[in-house]
């Protein structure tokens, strides 16, 4: 799938929508998700277009790659989420219902967060 610059991440990024920031560096910003999930439920966006974990995996350079996942460990610190726990997720793709066509990883921590997935 082709980057649609118009996501809303991306207009996030640019600055022309507003985002309540928690955390940003050269490599990502990360911000509260508008509809939480979790007592903090925070979404880690690369800066660099890439639509999926798969688009990243495959085209970001390992600065980018260590970037991010740095970046995850530091934000769940900060919101002393290790104590207690916590669970990131990334959407990739129809299957897993990804619904903004920009690599963004879930953060979600605050209370016992269930099952990983729903059983069927
Ligand atoms: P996903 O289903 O993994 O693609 O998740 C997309 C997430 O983006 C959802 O949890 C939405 O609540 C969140 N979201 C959509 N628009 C915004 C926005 N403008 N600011 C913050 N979070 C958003």
């Known amino acids: ?3 649609d610059d118009d996501n809303v991440f991306a207009r996030i990024l640019r600055g022309e929508i507003p985002c309540k ?3 940003e560096d050269e490599q990502v910003l990360a911000f509260h998700d508008i509809n939480p999930q979790a007592p903090t439920h925070v979404l880690v966006v ?3 277009k890439y639509v999926s974990m ?3 995996t495959a085209k970001a350079s390992d600065a980018e790659i ?3 996942f740095r970046a995850i460990g530091r934000i ?3 919101f002393g989420a290790e104590k207690t726990g916590y669970r990131i997720l990334a959407n ?3 299957h897993a219902h990804q619904e903004v066509a920009h690599l963004h990883v879930h953060i979600f921590a605050g209370r016992p967060l269930g099952p990983m997935l729903v059983r069927r």
């Open 21 to 23: 920031k928690v955390y």
């Open 76 to 78: 769940a610190r900060d």
């Open 46 to 48: 690369p800066k660099g």
């Open 1 to 3: 799938m082709a980057y």
């Open 54 to 56: 798969d688009d990243f």
């Open 92 to 94: 990739s793709g129809a």
């Open 66 to 68: 260590a970037g991010l």
